[in-house]
């Protein structure tokens, strides 16, 4: 079975622009979370999808949004980005809610904003 | 938001030593899991622990959970050079309308010299 996948793996912006952010979760899972990752914070919890339902929000400006497909595919969008926004993204797929069960991380996707 | 303070941030140690990482907190975490993440990888989970006073143990590794549900513990017997990585513990909390929202200590960075 294929594991958590994320688009693209690298990734350059400029302050101001906005970044889209893909994921695939394995197969059967429905839950989807995102994570922001970086030196100083650690790992942050974004949001959490579940069944095209957002079900769980962190503590991130309105900037950072997010959604999920009927095929339980996953996109994150970050608007008008800032030099802070610099950071792994993970996203985390289960086949439940994530606090009910096991979540697979996938690789990451690295943002650097210049 | 609940916070987990884990300790320490940095281990360096010789193989065959034997080692302790902590995660603490002032709240009641309803399970708390501990992952272990590689550079350029996600975290992958190692251990959910959710019974107060629970211990766990995966070969060389013990993972306790605290009666209180409020704090835990990694015990690493003989480490290996291949125990190298970023330790980091995750509670998800109790109730109230961040049910089943994780949280993620800052984690431990282990370097295990041969």
């Known amino acids: 079975k294929a594991g958590v996948t994320q688009t693209p793996r690298y990734l350059i912006k400029t302050r101001g622009q906005q970044v889209t952010l893909s994921c695939s979760p394995i197969?059967?899972?429905?839950?989807v979370s995102w994570y922001q990752q970086t030196p100083g914070q650690g790992l942050q919890f974004l949001f959490e999808y579940f069944s095209e339902t957002q079900r769980n929000k962190g503590n991130f400006p309105g900037r950072f949004s997010g959604r999920q497909f009927s095929n339980s595919r996953s996109e994150m969008n970050v608007s008008t980005l800032e030099l802070g926004d610099s950071a792994l993204y993970l996203c985390?797929?289960?086949?439940?809610?994530?606090?009910?069960?096991?979540?697979?991380f996938g690789p990451g996707t690295r943002l650097l904003v210049l | 938001t609940q916070l987990l303070e884990q300790s320490p941030q940095f281990l360096s140690i010789q193989e065959g030593e034997n080692l302790t990482v902590y995660c603490n907190s002032s709240?009641?975490?309803?399970?708390l899991q501990w992952y272990r993440q590689e550079p350029g990888e996600g975290p992958v989970l190692l251990v959910t622990?959710?019974?107060?006073?629970e211990v766990k143990k995966l070969k060389r590794l013990t993972f306790q959970f605290g009666d209180a549900r409020k704090d835990s513990s990694l015990h690493i017997t003989a480490a290996q050079p291949g125990d190298t990585g970023l330790y980091l513990c995750?509670?998800?909390?109790?109730?109230?309308?961040?049910?089943?929202?994780?949280?993620f200590g800052q984690g431990t960075i282990l370097t295990v010299h041969p």
């Open positions: 985390a797929s289960s086949v439940g809610l994530a606090a009910l069960g096991t979540q697979y």
């Open positions: 622990v959710v019974t107060g006073g």
């Open positions: 197969s059967g899972h429905r839950s």
């Open positions: 995750a509670g998800s909390e109790a109730g109230g309308t961040s049910y089943g929202k994780l949280t």
């Open positions: 709240s009641v975490f309803s399970s």
